[in-house]
């Protein structure tokens, strides 16, 4: 690999750049990254990891009709380019191999104009890699409120590269971006730091001869980082000799590191006395110091945490039950015209009682998912999410976790996917593995509508008490549970996985903010789409092969059924309605759906499930959610009334062997409580074995949580039955 000279491509010819946005955690990169894009976006993962990777595109043009087409990346939000973490590494192999696909032109470092120190780390260090780049200051606005004053044209000079102040939440301070962008990109006009007098020259020289045109600080990067990152790859002889400069000088890694870091930060102290002046009176009147005196506080900080948790689970029900009911009511009207419009015939039968039906059982519980993804978004760009992490440090740091995991099990509460993949900001692996095996016990996102129809079902809605509500307890309960078995869980995996690897925390404090209605109204829409979608292939697919399994079945059996009801005894006692339900009935107990649920039914009637449930079990292992629409398919597939909701076709049913109803309140409790603790999810135990790498761990998850599964519910349904 040749590592060319780092220079902004100036040709007048090419009117394309490659804009690379970084920035510590909680900077407002992203929303940034939003401001320049718009819906102009594209997620995925860098190659060869699990690391999200956002990129955008852009054209600008000035009132001169100059333009330049831009490619924006989004790169993980980081402190430093000494990678730590899997983020970290990305961030380092994207800066510092020019080969890499994702290398950019010119670097945005967004930075928090509140905490200026700690950016201008960040900052100080792409100025010594020689890359093009400009200081955004952002959220300006709070800076001021703060009663601090950013002298921007000193800090420019002083620093050696363009500075611009935005409110990005706002989109302040986006046009004069624009316009640097376009005219004012240039190399840094000066080397922030002298690495040489830290690591030796001689070394230095010798590595740049290797890489022509890389910076000393690039070359010192290099040597520093070529064991550390596991995705940045060195050609072999470039590599043996560097290890031979490295024992021949005696480098001590950690020892320049931290004399580097000492001495950028002396002389990034130097910068902010100069340029930045404080008035300690709006400082103090800060409203962000005033709440969090409560919001952090040992007592009330966590009494407000579960107030928190009891309004959003509250707000599901009472507020989603309208729509809800809207789009129930819509399905079971074009059901009713189907059947009508429709020749009776198995394409009829597929549409209306497979696909329809299956699709009714998820879509319905859209406005519930869409409420909970605003309530998750508006803590994230309210600030708060960020102390949860430090009020729940203390709590998880002896059972195996820390301040960091909060986040991921937060983010488990939508989906554990995206969750798993967010612990790769976790350095600690002990810490991080055991976040990983325990976050799917978060109640997610896919056990919402699971949840949510059986708790219609067992526990009526008459129970108000004003804004209390009977369901929305259950509800809160449910996800307070996935929470506590999480802890218990990791304190037991601490038990057994032994680790001398030291941990730490360290996290920003943002300020709060009010949230951004067209934020929260883009990230609904962005993750309500991505459920539908997803959700909706798999539902459809599974709907279709379960119809046909349930439609189809022996042909003797199946023509047994028909003998047995089509008979003049049977034609005496009922009328044609009631036999073609018992025969419909029948014929779905002795179809190839019957007969699988049958082949589990004596490992889970202990927890007072029959075949059907049995059947739902099998096909939600793809994908939690597709229980309901399993449900709905087999209920429609035994002949009952298309008019009725899938909700009210189950509350209707009755077991045979008793003459009651088939969903009691123990049943209820017994199904909730498996898929509370089951891993019914194939997506999670993919993304567990990609992060891991091994096989090993998916395995001992997907065991340990259906051990506790059907513990959890023999107990409660022999208790409460």
């Not at 497979?354 to 803590?379: E, K, R, Y």
């Amino acid at each position: 690999m040749i590592l060319k000279k780092r220079r902004l491509r100036r040709d007048p010819d090419v009117a394309s750049l490659k804009i690379a946005l970084m920035g510590n955690p909680n900077s407002g990169k992203s929303t940034l990254f939003n401001a320049l894009t718009g819906m102009n976006q594209q997620t995925g993962n860098y190659p060869g990891v699990t690391v999200e990777r956002r990129t955008g595109e852009a054209v600008l043009e000035d009132e001169s009709g100059k333009s330049a087409f831009l490619s924006f990346l989004d790169l993980p939000g980081t402190y430093s380019i000494y990678p730590k973490t899997l983020d970290e590494e990305v961030c380092y192999k994207v800066l510092c191999d020019p080969n890499d696909s994702d290398h950019p032109d010119a670097v945005l470092v967004v930075a928090d104009s509140t905490n200026l120190r700690r950016s201008l780390f960040l900052t100080t260090q792409i100025i010594d890699l020689g890359i093009p780049c400009v200081l955004v200051l952002n959220m300006i606005d709070f800076a001021r409120l703060r009663g601090l004053e950013i002298d921007i044209q000193k800090l420019s000079q002083l620093l050696g590269i363009p500075v611009v102040t935005t409110n990005a939440r706002k989109k302040v301070g986006i046009d004069n971006l624009k316009k640097t962008i376009l005219h004012e990109l240039h190399d840094p006009a000066k080397t922030f730091l002298d690495i040489g007098n830290f690591a030796p020259s001689e070394m230095l020289k010798t590595v740049q001869d290797m890489y022509p045109g890389e910076t000393a600080y690039g070359a010192f990067q290099l040597i520093n980082n070529q064991t550390g990152v596991s995705h940045f790859e060195l050609k072999p002889y470039n590599k043996a000799e560097i290890k031979k400069l490295i024992t021949r000088h005696h480098f001590e890694k950690h020892k320049i590191q931290s004399n580097e870091t000492i001495a950028r930060y002396k002389a990034i102290n130097e910068i902010v006395k100069e340029c930045v002046s404080i008035n300690e009176e709006e400082k103090k009147k800060s409203l962000t110091a005033r709440v969090d005196k409560i919001l952090t506080h040992k007592t009330w900080g966590y009494v407000f945490f579960l107030i928190i948790l009891f309004v959003i689970f509250q707000s599901i029900f009472l507020i989603a039950k309208y729509p809800m009911n809207a789009i129930e009511f819509c399905f079971v009207k074009v059901s009713e015209v189907g059947q009508k419009v429709l020749p009776p015939g198995q394409f009829a039968s597929l549409l209306i009682n497979g696909i329809l039906a299956g699709l009714s059982g998820v879509v319905v519980f859209v406005p519930q998912i869409a409420l909970l993804f605003a309530f998750i978004a508006v803590l994230e760009d309210t600030g708060y999410m960020a102390r949860a992490s430090f009020l729940m440090d203390k709590l998880m740091r002896p059972l195996g976790l820390n301040g960091r995991s909060v986040i991921p099990l937060m983010s488990g509460m939508a989906c554990a996917v995206p969750a798993i993949m967010g612990t790769r900001t976790i350095p600690n692996w002990k810490e991080r593995l055991t976040t990983i095996m325990v976050t799917p016990l978060m109640s997610c996102s896919a056990r919402l509508p699971v949840y949510t129809l059986l708790i219609a079902l067992v526990i009526p809605s008459t129970h108000n008490y004003g804004y209390f509500n009977l369901q929305g307890l259950v509800l809160m309960g449910l996800y307070l549970l996935g929470f506590v078995s999480a802890l218990g869980a990791a304190f037991v995996i601490k038990m057994l996985i032994k680790s001398k690897e030291k941990s730490y925390f360290m996290m920003e404090m943002p300020l709060y903010r009010v949230p951004k209605v067209s934020v929260i109204g883009l990230t609904i829409c962005q993750k309500s789409f991505i459920f539908l979608r997803d959700a909706g292939k798999v539902i459809i697919a599974i709907s279709v092969i379960l119809w046909v399994m349930a439609s189809h079945g022996p042909p003797s059996k199946m023509a047994a059924v028909e003998t047995a009801y089509n008979s003049p005894d049977s034609a005496k006692k009922y009328s044609p309605q009631q036999i073609q339900s018992f025969i419909a009935a029948g014929k779905l107990k002795e179809s190839y759906a019957g007969n699988a649920g049958r082949w589990i039914e004596p490992a889970i009637k202990p927890l007072g499930f029959d075949w059907k449930i049995g059947i739902a079990l099998i096909t939600s292992f793809a994908a939690r959610e597709v229980f309901v629409g399993t449900m709905a398919t087999l209920y429609s597939a035994d002949g009952a009334d298309n008019s009725l909701s899938v909700r009210e076709k189950m509350a209707a049913a009755i077991n045979p062997e008793t003459g009651k109803k088939e969903y009691t309140v123990a049943t209820g409790f017994s199904l909730m409580l498996f898929y509370a603790f089951a891993m019914q999810c194939m997506s999670t135990l993919a993304v567990v074995y990609r992060e891991t790498r091994s096989i090993k761990w998916p395995i001992i998850q997907f065991l340990y949580m259906g051990c506790l599964a059907w513990l959890a519910s023999f107990l409660v349904y022999n208790l409460v039955k």
